[in-house]
């Protein structure tokens, strides 16, 4: 657990370094018009005051990849983490000052009540763009809310990613990054795989392994050093968790795997895999956020039934291709409808990577060079031609 936190304050990090290196590239052009009467000049600028707001499962890494993109920009910025969560924000805050930032540059407020807070920056004339991370409910209100403003938004929202497993696959990579997609922050991830998508060839052997995988993984405390998966975020996490599998175990679904939790009082979910879950069950469909593998079988013959099945759903953020054929998986990759593929690799997230979704998982991107363009706005200047 210790190892998993420490990785997200490198992580953070990073966002800073990457974004100091882009801060001091050029982001303009300069051309002659094709007429060659004018010339045409393009400029990079800052889009002005922004608010920042960063969900409760990566609170740190969340807010320095929304903090340094707008920083490197030259934007000002109000950041509003997670009411679960606030205190990572408000150290960086207190870093950023003793960095060097102006006073004033970076504000952190924390609230209990978001939409009161919300409601009054989105409204106040100066803020000029939004970026938020969280759930798609919320990220509809929200630029609904931008909406009447016209604001500049960046909404990264709710996953439902598939994990597609084709019988060509190398079983133990297949089974060791299915456990880095679904595990990573105890599957509290926006990217994390929700349906595993298995072809029948090797659908039983990659079933047992992971199985066997997860009801080995130790649940307890996070201060213990042997801890492998602590607590979910709350009550209803678990609440949430337990009536997904209970459904599919009502649809015809069975448990093959599941490790124990310990007595007493936590918000422990056994880590769980699930096995001959129908398309027709709830968590095929609804965002699970914990740490349950739902296993779906399809037929040896249909590569586009897996398609099919992995792109029933409004969400479009994270997939996952398990192949040894590379033209396969830059076929599926081409037909998955997602912002992010994974190909052989559960993990997707990269500092220099463009990360963000399509459909209803959100609009533009975080990370990269795209991620700072998400922080400008653009200025065409039309010159006299250097002959007129």
Request: aromatic residues 4%; proline residues 6%; charged residues 20%.
């Amino acid at each position: 657990m210790g190892t998993e936190a420490r990785g997200e304050v490198d992580y953070a990090a990073a966002y800073f370094r990457r974004y100091a290196e882009e801060a001091v590239r050029p982001h303009a052009r300069s051309t002659p018009s094709p007429d060659g009467k004018s010339h045409i000049v393009t400029v990079a600028e800052p889009v002005g005051p922004c608010l920042l707001i960063t969900p409760w499962n990566v609170p740190l890494a969340m807010a320095a990849r929304k903090v340094a993109a707008a920083l490197a920009a030259g934007c000002t910025a109000v950041l509003k983490p997670a009411a679960l969560t606030p205190l990572s924000s408000l150290i960086l805050g207190e870093l950023a000052r003793e960095a060097g930032a102006p006073a004033g540059v970076l504000a952190v407020i924390t609230s209990s009540d978001a939409a009161a807070v919300t409601t009054a920056l989105l409204a106040d004339p100066r803020l000029r763009k939004l970026s938020f991370t969280g759930s798609t409910p919320v990220g509809r209100l929200l630029l609904q809310q931008s909406g009447v403003r016209v604001l500049r938004t960046s909404m990264e929202l709710g996953g439902n990613a598939p994990f597609l497993v084709f019988d060509d696959a190398d079983l133990d990579l297949a089974v060791r990054e299915a456990m880095i997609a679904k595990m990573r922050l105890g599957g509290q991830s926006c990217v994390g795989a929700n349906r595993f998508l298995v072809q029948e060839g090797i659908t039983d052997a990659f079933a047992a392994a992971l199985a066997e995988r997860m009801a080995a993984i130790r649940v307890g405390s996070p201060d213990r050093e042997d801890t492998d998966l602590g607590p979910l975020a709350d009550h209803r996490a678990v609440d949430k968790v337990r009536h997904l599998v209970e459904d599919a175990v009502a649809r015809g679904a069975v448990v093959i795997g599941k490790a124990d939790i310990p007595d007493g009082p936590g918000h422990y979910a056994a880590p769980t895999v699930l096995d001959h879950v129908p398309a027709d069950a709830a968590i095929m469909h609804e965002e699970v956020f914990g740490p349950v593998a739902a296993i779906h079988r399809f037929s040896t013959e249909a590569e586009a039934e897996a398609i099919a099945v992995a792109n029933n759903t409004e969400h479009g953020l994270a997939s996952y291709v398990m192949t040894s054929h590379i033209d396969r998986a830059r076929r599926v990759a081409a037909r998955l409808q997602a912002g992010m593929v994974g190909i052989n690799r559960g993990l997707v997230s990269e500092v220099a990577a463009p990360f963000g979704g399509i459909k209803q998982s959100g609009l533009g991107r975080e990370g990269g060079p795209e991620g700072l363009h998400e922080y400008q706005q653009l200025k065409y200047l039309s010159m006299p031609g250097f002959n007129t």
